[in-house]
């Protein structure tokens, strides 16, 4: 069993960033594999970003890239978003998600693949 608590929300200007973080419990986070998602309001959640749990496998939906970065610390059983340049359609609650990964360079973009859910960091961009 892993908890994953998100933190790092907040309300920030357009332009500005925030980094997310997710702490997890459990002695084997080396292991999982991360994702952070996002759901605004009235939308279906979508994926924003995945990383190995080797950390050396990372990937990007195409509205994030070259702004957001996917990171994480196995010593300290987190895992990071650094958000920059955000935009007003930014605006979510954003979620971490964990799972065990296959592969050291196992990553996965869809939300079912994932076993554990945080409850959500809410990001408002405002224009």
């Known amino acids: 069993q892993v908890q994953l608590v998100e933190s790092g929300g907040g309300l920030v200007q357009a332009g500005g960033s925030l980094r997310l973080s997710c702490a997890a419990s459990?002695?084997?986070?080396?292991?999982?594999?991360m994702g952070w998602f996002r759901q605004a309001p009235g939308k279906e959640r979508e994926f924003v970003a995945a990383?190995?749990?080797?950390?050396?496998?990372?990937y990007y939906a195409d509205s994030v890239k070259g702004r957001f970065t996917i990171s994480r610390d196995n010593a300290k059983n987190t895992v990071y978003l650094q958000m920059n340049s955000l935009k007003p359609e930014d605006t979510a609650v954003y979620y971490c998600?964990?799972?065990?990964?296959?592969?050291?360079?196992?990553?996965?973009?869809?939300?079912?693949?994932?076993?554990?859910w945080g409850q959500g960091t809410q990001v408002t961009v405002s224009s």
């Open positions: 998600a964990a799972r065990v990964g296959y592969y050291s360079g196992s990553y996965y973009q869809r939300a079912y693949d994932y076993d554990y």
């Open positions: 459990g002695r084997t986070f080396s292991s999982y594999a």
């Open positions: 990383i190995s749990w080797s950390g050396g496998t990372t």
